[in-house]
């Protein structure tokens, strides 16, 4: 049986808080280990302090808010913008993915507002699929894994694509009972209240994650606070019908019968 270890795999500093965080503390709850990797430093993330301060501030954020979630913290593999689909980003995510031995990989949405997301998405995908290949270099080099792992998407940002169609939830996480404990991991990124303020408009990005959740907790029709997720194909990667966030989670995971229809 694969172990109850759980990755969530996100490209900048605060997106695992704002999409993921939730159903990270609710597998923790349920006794999984849980990791947490931001792909990109942040480190464009200010207007105000240079590129290497904002990448020192925000890596200090993003190991406290680990920290508080109870996560094993991940160093980030490269700067903003400068997360593209290629070899060196691939065998380093890979080498991560080895060495973790996740059953459950989290990541962004494979449409989304930004290519920094859905890049790391595919590198994501790939890193996962490449686990248990041993012709497959990673680095550093690690030996090929055997378990099954489960890919679950998060939401995309405006829970839109980039051509502003809307994306729909398969699967619906109710995140009310770790509400505070998700807003308390999004608030150890202070240096990022400023900055979202001031480019793209958001009052307090404190209220815009709860915002979020409760869109999707209303589409669930059931729960307050919820956290939406697709589940990735399971060919090349688990059984068909593996689905461990509904073994893990069970009255807090709900299906979503538009998604199928
Ligand atoms: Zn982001």
């Known amino acids: 049986m694969a172990k109850h270890i759980a990755i969530a795999i996100a ?46 501030t925000r890596m200090r954020e993003a190991r406290r808010a680990a920290a508080m979630l109870g996560a094993t913290w991940h160093p980030s593999l490269c700067d903003d913008l400068e997360i593209l689909y290629e070899m060196e980003r691939l065998r380093h995510l890979a ?59 998060a939401m995309p940002h405006g829970l839109c694509d980039d051509l502003r169609r809307r994306i729909v939830p398969e699967i619906f996480v109710d995140t009310t009972s770790v509400r505070d404990a998700k807003r308390a991991a999004l608030g150890c990124h202070r240096s990022q209240k400023e900055w979202l303020d001031a480019s793209q408009g958001m009052d307090s990005y404190l209220r815009s994650m709860d915002a979020l959740s409760l869109t999707v907790g209303k589409m669930s029709r059931g729960f307050k606070h919820a956290e939406g997720w697709r589940r990735h194909s399971h060919l090349g990667f688990c059984a068909e019908d593996t689905d461990p966030l509904r073994a893990a989670l069970r009255k807090r995971y709900q299906l979503n019968p538009q998604y199928t229809a």
């Open 95 to 153: 080498g991560v993915i080895r060495e973790v031995q996740p059953a459950v990989v989290l990541t962004h949405s494979p449409q989304d507002y930004m290519e920094d997301h859905t890049n790391t998405c595919r590198l994501a995908v790939t890193a996962a699929f490449a686990r248990g290949m041993p012709n497959f270099r990673t680095v550093p080099a690690r030996r090929a894994i055997g378990n099954e792992v489960t890919v679950y998407h």
């Open 11 to 56: 490209a900048h500093p605060d997106d695992i808080e704002f999409y993921m965080a939730g159903t990270l503390l609710l597998l923790k709850e349920a006794g999984w280990e849980i990791h947490y990797l931001n792909v990109a430093s942040g480190n464009c993330g200010s207007a105000e302090r240079n590129p290497v301060k904002t990448r020192i």
